[in-house]
């Protein structure tokens, strides 16, 4: 089902649910290796960890002598997500065919993907913000039609986002020491509007941060606790 199907069937107090980045990615790694491999992809479908099946235009394609890419647009339902409308891209090479019927495939970040410059977070420092659930659906899903094609071969992923940079600005990026661009997010695969659980996992991912660089944590509510705090203590606040 795509998702106006999706939301019509059981979407919640009428609040549209979407998907994540981490979805676009791995549809968009999909539908380029198969165009690559010389189909004809108006659509794919990409099953979330969440055990929703979607159908998801895909968009900007582009073929190339040994290479293919293409486009997903994020959509994040009734969400208030600043990646909202963005296009995710992958570009798929095949580079080794392998004898012994084996698929690798190898995942990179590239323009408007941040870069982890502290260490606390899913990925290594120096590494691309892709975390580790959209890493494993981006493998799973080119095996798979890998494998059901016979291409036995080493595959490499580059996914990008040529407004990432700009969009990343208006996250919470830059303060857990994610650099360059927006990062490739999603447990579940899905959105789940106005998802207080989303912000718990964010503040809990900051503070995990934190804590492994400054044995120092304060928390306060709001732009007013920020304010009085800097103004009664001396420690920065970043």
């Not at 997903?72 to 095949?94: C, E, F, N, W």
């Not at 260490?119 to 899903?141: D, F, T, W, Y």
């Not at 095996?143 to 990432?164: Q, R, S």
């Not at 940079?165 to 661009?181: C, D, M, R, V």
Request: charged letters at 25%; aromatic letters at 6%.
């Amino acid at each position: 089902m795509n998702i106006d199907e999706y939301n019509e069937k059981y979407s919640k107090n009428s609040l549209k649910a979407g998907y994540t980045t981490g979805t676009c990615a791995a549809a968009a790694a999909k539908a380029a290796f198969m165009i690559l491999e010389g189909k004809d992809v108006l659509e794919v479908r990409v099953s979330t960890p969440a055990g929703i099946d979607l159908n998801i235009p895909v968009l900007d394609i582009k073929v190339y002598e040994k290479s293919a890419s293409c486009a997903i647009r994020k959509y994040s339902g009734d969400d208030p997500d600043i990646t909202d409308g963005m296009l995710i891209y992958a570009h798929v090479s095949i580079k080794n065919i392998n004898r012994d019927k084996t698929v690798r495939v190898f995942i990179e970040g590239g323009r408007g993907i941040g870069r982890i410059t502290r260490p606390g977070l899913e990925q290594k420092v120096g590494e691309a913000a892709i975390n580790s659930i959209p890493r494993e659906m981006i493998k799973r899903h080119i095996t798979e039609c890998a494998e059901n094609m016979k291409v036995f071969a080493d595959i490499e992923v580059l996914i990008y986002a040529p407004c990432g940079k700009q969009i990343a600005k208006k996250t919470f990026n830059p303060k857990l020491g994610i650099e360059g661009g927006i990062s490739i997010l999603g447990t579940t695969g899905m959105v789940t509007p106005m998802s207080k659980a989303a912000l718990i996992d964010t503040i809990k991912v900051e503070m995990k941060m934190r804590l492994l660089n400054s044995n120092i944590v304060i928390g306060v509510p709001g732009n007013y606790g920020l304010e009085f705090t800097k103004k009664i203590m001396a420690y920065p606040m970043i």
